[in-house]
T-cell receptor, first 113, second 113 residues
């Protein structure tokens, strides 16, 4: 089974801090994704990557950046955390076609105070 | 208009009932379709893919109507363990080359004893 591991289950950070969320997958998947999930809004795509050093903006990239230096690792960076970035963050990976869906990590619940 | 729309529910049904969820999608270029299940405070997990001819997996039946851009999920003989949020998901490859899953906000099911 594909395993997607997110480094932290819960995080509490202060406004203005730089925050790193890490995601590692063990199945040599090309595609990796970062979503956030909020009540009533569902999952929204922040950034995605189809290959090492490659990244593309999703639907809500503002206030975020990403890094993919190795195929198995995809990091989400909050440059200067704000309270409206309090959310559940979900990382996912998939094979190139994506036709078999994604495997998600268990999520990081981030609270910015 | 949201790209993937679902009735948020909740659907409260007794054990043994049959329940149906519907979903519409707006992008006619969408190519693959899925239902995901998400338990409270957990990550989404793939329940089943949806094929044009319709497909069944035990008590679960999924249907796709491409002409109407409509997807459905039928659960027969509901169990308490079916209580969860069900996410309608589409895979779309855009003209830009962007390919990603888009999630509906989910329909919450509560099966009552």
């Amino acid at each position: 089974d594909v395993k997607v591991t997110q480094s932290s289950r819960y995080l509490v950070k202060r406004t203005g801090e730089k925050v790193f969320l890490e995601c590692v997958q063990d199945m040599d998947h090309e595609n990796m994704f970062w979503y956030r999930q909020d009540p009533g809004l569902g999952l929204r795509l922040i950034y995605f990557s189809y290959d090492v050093k490659m990244k593309e903006k999703g639907d809500i990239p503002e206030g975020y950046s990403v890094s993919r230096e190795k195929k198995e690792r995809f990091s989400l960076i909050l440059e200067s955390a704000s309270t409206n970035q309090t959310s559940m963050y979900l990382c996912a990976s998939s094979a190139p076609q994506g036709a078999y869906g994604y495997t998600f990590g268990s999520g990081t619940r981030l609270t910015v105070v | 208009r949201k790209e993937v729309e679902q009735d948020p529910g909740p659907f409260n049904v007794p054990e043994g009932a049959t329940v149906a969820f519907n979903c519409t999608y707006s992008n006619s270029a969408s190519q693959s379709f899925f239902w995901y299940r998400q338990d409270c405070r957990k990550e989404p997990k793939l329940l089943m893919s949806v094929y044009s001819s319709g497909n069944e997996d035990g008590r679960f039946t999924a249907q796709l109507n491409r002409a109407s851009q409509y997807i459905s999920l039928l659960i027969r003989d509901s169990k308490l363990s079916d209580s969860a949020t069900y996410l309608c998901v589409v895979w779309t490859v855009m003209d830009t080359g962007r390919r990603a899953l888009t999630f509906g906000s989910g329909t919450r099911l509560q099966v009552q004893p």
